[in-house]
């Protein structure tokens, strides 16, 4: 509707414009710098925009040069504009050859199915495994003539928990027992904070190989100094990179996800922060300089390597500059690979893959807090994933994982390392994560069509030898949701989690979560 709105303004906007230049030639710079000024209110045209059709030097080129910007902003194609034209003007040749000329706007929309960002060529669902949905592509022109895409998803949550934990919107464990009262309070919060936007562009850029761009954000990055500023969410980046596409080769340079442990858990509930993080799923996105081979036609092996910057997660508060911390004085990039496996399965694709990661941490006397002494951690991983079709309507994923020091990736459960008899140590960890999917087998017509359920467990625990008393110690989460597609474009979700935590030699902070979340996703 707002489309054809900005057409229909745009449509009267030019016959208006046309018929005060014929008709009123004295009145015909003001009527139409009246006319500018409304349309640049409306926001269909820029400042710089309307000025330029301003200064015009008669009715004939403002008319041109609208219907230019029509074209450039992809609310009418090129060749309907010439088609258009042409038709005009054979028109007013006939009847008057002084006559203005009139261009009708048309609106040009390409169906097209929905592009999953976080997706690769060749890979498995991978992180960000959302409700795929089929949708309706609208073309749009940069100011440099770069036609990208527009898609995002506007989600709702409401939640109900039992208990405080360390974010009420998205948590992850509960507070302790014991811990203050109003805080560790059963509570009920809504947020559209999960919601995502981004902008796509797709090209050639040699004969043999496709350019992609993405730039991807949510509204997780924080909340503004307001006192009433809960709501006013702070916009996140989430993906930004290019990369280009060979047959068999692809290289990618930008912020995307790692290449280690690749997979999420199905959830509208932990959209925005993974299902299962700190409960065995290991997830971040980082920027990296990226290199990705695949051998094979309908079954795939898939060969990626990757340096990533080195960050620990070992930097706590919101700072305003980035500081040196443990990743950043190892003075080494970040080292990822993963080998990987795909195939058709029941109609759908199945894989299979290891992966590792590998960073050169250092802890300096005074940082972290309480360090005395110079102390080198080898931050590791090595994980496996699955993600495999039992039938055309049940899917087993999972990953499992062994490391040291993964707190970037929200492992040992959001802990990076800590400080024993004076020097720094990474924690130790071990765990993983499996869903149970379910959905409408192919073929099935029934009233169950559009509904799909996930049961879910994950599980975290770190050595005893690497903590203090009161440290996180164990972290699981029991997770049961459905999800129905109201439309190609509208779900409805509803998602159950319980969560036990246990503190190290603190059995009586030992606190267990039940969170209930309603979700309702719009995806364009």
Same mark, same amino acid.
């Given at each position: ?18 018929? =005060?230049?014929?008709?009123? =030639? ?27 059709? &301003?200064?015009?030097? &008669?009715?004939?080129?403002?008319? +041109? ?13 090129? =060749? ?29 929309? &390409? ?13 498995? @669902? ?12 609208? @073309? ?11 898609? !995002? ?24 027992? !014991? ?85 999420? @858990?199905? $959830? ?8 299962? $993080? ?15 081979? +695949? ?33 950043? +004085?190892?003075?080494? @990039? ?24 590998? $960073? ?20 590791? !991983? ?6 495999? %079709?039992? $039938? ?33 140590? !990474? ?5 993983? %994560? ?68 246990? %503190? ?10 039940? %969170? ?9």
């Amino acid at each position: 509707m707002n489309r054809l709105f900005q057409l229909t303004v745009f449509s009267f906007a030019i016959v208006a414009l046309s018929h =005060q230049a014929f008709a009123q =030639q004295q009145d015909g710079n003001s009527q139409r710098n009246s006319l500018v000024r409304l349309l640049q209110t409306k926001g269909i045209i820029t400042e710089q925009e309307a000025a330029m059709i &301003s200064e015009a030097s &008669s009715p004939a080129q403002a008319e +041109r040069r609208l219907a230019e910007l029509l074209v450039t902003k992809g609310v009418i194609t090129r =060749q309907e504009y010439d088609q258009t034209l042409l038709t005009v003007e054979a028109s007013s040749t006939s009847s008057d050859a002084s006559a203005p000329r009139v261009i009708t706007a048309a609106a040009h929309v &390409s169906e097209a199915p929905y592009v999953d960002s976080a997706r690769t060529p060749g890979e498995a @669902p991978g992180k960000d495994a959302g409700p795929a949905q089929a949708q309706v592509e609208g @073309p749009m022109t940069t100011v440099s003539k770069i036609p990208v895409k527009i898609y !995002g998803s506007i989600l709702f949550n409401a939640s109900y928990l039992s208990h405080g934990a360390n974010t009420i919107d998205i948590p992850l464990f509960p507070q302790k027992q !014991g811990s203050s009262s109003d805080q560790n309070h059963q509570n009920f919060n809504t947020t559209l904070r999960q919601s995502r936007f981004g902008l796509r562009y797709e090209g050639k850029i040699f004969d043999d190989a496709k350019l992609t761009g993405v730039f991807e954000f949510d509204l997780l990055g924080g909340k503004p100094a307001f006192s009433n500023g809960v709501n006013f969410d702070i916009f996140r980046l989430r993906l930004a990179y290019g990369r280009i596409d060979w047959a068999n080769d692809s290289l990618e340079a930008g912020q995307d996800w790692a290449v280690f442990a690749p997979l999420n @858990p199905t $959830s509208l509930a932990s959209f925005a922060i993974p299902g299962f $993080s700190t409960s065995g799923n290991l997830w971040n996105r980082m920027p990296q300089l990226r290199y990705e081979h +695949r051998k094979g036609e309908k079954s795939k092996f898939i060969f990626t390597t990757a340096l990533l910057d080195p960050n620990a997660g070992d930097i706590s508060g919101n700072p305003a500059a980035r500081v040196i911390g443990l990743g950043e +004085r190892g003075s080494l @990039p970040a080292f990822e690979t993963r080998l990987g496996f795909t195939t058709p399965s029941h109609g759908k694709e199945s894989s299979a893959g290891v992966s590792a990661h590998y $960073s050169r941490l250092l802890g300096v006397p005074g940082n972290p807090v309480g360090t005395t002494s110079r102390s080198p951690i080898d931050s590791y !991983g090595v994980s496996g994933d699955a993600n495999v %079709w039992l $039938s055309s309507g049940f899917r087993i994923t999972g990953e499992a994982f062994h490391g040291r020091a993964l707190g970037i990736f929200s492992g040992d459960i959001l802990q990076s390392a800590v400080v024993i008899g004076g020097r720094a140590r !990474g924690i130790n960890s071990t765990g993983g %994560w499996v869903e149970l999917h379910g959905e409408a087998p192919t073929g099935y017509q029934g009233s169950l069509v559009n509904l799909s359920v996930n049961f879910g467990y994950g599980i975290e625990d770190n050595r005893d030898q690497d903590l203090l008393v009161g440290i996180r110690k164990r972290n699981q989460t029991y997770m049961v949701n459905g999800q129905y597609k109201l439309s190609p474009n509208f779900t409805l979700a509803l998602e159950y989690r319980r969560v036990l935590t246990d %503190w190290f030699r603190e059995p009586s902070s030992k606190e267990n979560l039940n %969170w209930v979340s309603l979700g309702f996703l719009f995806s364009f």
